[in-house]
């Protein structure tokens, strides 16, 4: 198992290589040495195969002091969320009760920015990331201001500026509309109650949440920074329910990542038992649009909903991950080989590429 190559890492060093990434004694010690670095101050990782679990827990430091994480402990995942999101919106096409080649004003009562071109403001293509749309204060409101409620995001929406490509153009923007129609179709007060309805509860992953305020404090990661010749230091969590979205707004559980692995893995079945209908996963591990792009040593070829999809070391790889200040997230699987991974973190700098070593 060779250390991942990327530019953003600017230590040197080469971590003890596994023999067998099916040893999950060797799997701890690998992440050990990884601590040890003095980047991350603490490391969430769940490993599976198919539908098994190699090794789930976390290690290091939740918060300042000797407090510990567990394999309960909450991780912010970010942009990762956006795997969740395309997920209830797949249990959606399964019954039925949405189109992805259907206007999302179908759906919700929302306008698109003046001169976008319909089949731009479909569902399918807000959450593919081909919509072509700029919308700067819709995605500050929603996650960083917290100032918004769904009659200024409906505003907001139809003030946006369009591009003249339907390129594929990676953002929150799609998801966060989207967002509004998936509040609709659930019957909820906002869209993350469609999420948890139609994917979390059905899987069984209650430690995962956008609603932080609901989750105790001992049980959270707290962010951290690494700042050159101070090391670690505990920062504010400028996260909270307001500034939680459909784009980027779960804090997830090493424990419930085992169990989205192993969900994605066997296309709906966890501890023998199916959950969600296979075509669900399907749906939203099929190639929809052409990337073309590079994340480090990560092939990223095509995007389906709410995964990108690629090869690493040739293998297929299946993946999202998401980052915010004192965040990093892995969520990735290779389907051929039944095998799956998630890594976090609660620091940013250099402790961001330490998630993808161990990955």
Do not use: C
Not at 52 to 73: H, I, N, Q
Not at 111 to 136: C, I, K, R, Y
Not at 209 to 232: E, N
């Amino acid at each position: 198992m060779k250390p991942l190559r990327t530019l953003l890492f600017t230590a040197t060093f080469v971590l003890t290589p596994l023999a067998q990434a099916d040893d999950a004694a060797r799997i701890e010690r690998y992440v050990g040495e990884a601590l040890g670095l003095g980047f991350n101050p603490a490391l969430g990782v769940a490993v599976v195969r198919g539908d098994g679990e190699v090794l789930v827990d976390a290690w290091g430091r939740r918060d300042v002091g000797f407090a510990a994480p567990d394999a309960r402990t909450r991780f912010y995942i970010a942009s990762a969320t956006k795997s969740l999101t395309g997920t209830a919106a797949a249990t959606l096409v399964a019954e039925g009760n949405l189109d992805l080649a259907a206007p999302v004003s179908e759906y919700a009562d929302v306008s698109p920015p003046e001169g976008l071109p319909p089949q731009q403001f479909s569902v399918g293509a807000l959450l593919t990331h081909t919509h072509g749309m700029e919308n700067d204060p819709l995605v500050v409101r929603t996650a960083y201001s917290g100032q918004h409620d769904p009659a200024l995001l409906r505003e907001l929406v139809a003030q946006g500026t369009t591009t003249d490509s339907a390129a594929f153009d990676y953002s929150n923007e799609g998801y966060v509309i989207f967002g509004l129609a998936l509040t609709e179709l659930s019957g909820g007060s906002d869209w993350r109650q469609g999420v948890r309805q139609r994917v979390l509860e059905p899987l069984g992953m209650s430690d995962s949440t956008a609603h932080l305020s609901q989750v105790p404090s001992d049980a959270i990661a707290m962010p951290f920074d690494y700042r050159p010749g101070d090391g670690l230091e505990r920062i504010p969590l400028y996260k909270s329910d307001a500034t939680l979205h459909a784009a980027g707004g779960h804090f997830m559980s090493p424990r419930d990542a085992s169990r989205w692995l192993r969900a994605n893995l066997t296309h709906g079945i966890i501890d023998g038992q199916r959950r969600l209908p296979e075509e669900v996963f399907a749906m939203t591990q099929q190639a929809r649009v052409e990337t073309g792009s590079d994340f480090g040593d990560y092939r990223r070829e095509s995007y389906g909903l709410g995964w990108h999809r690629g090869r690493y070391d040739g293998d297929v790889l299946v993946h999202h991950f998401g980052s915010f200040p004192g965040y990093r997230s892995h969520l990735s699987f290779m389907p051929e080989r039944d095998i799956g991974v998630a890594v976090f973190t609660n620091t940013g700098g250099p402790g961001f590429p330490v998630v993808d070593l161990v990955a």
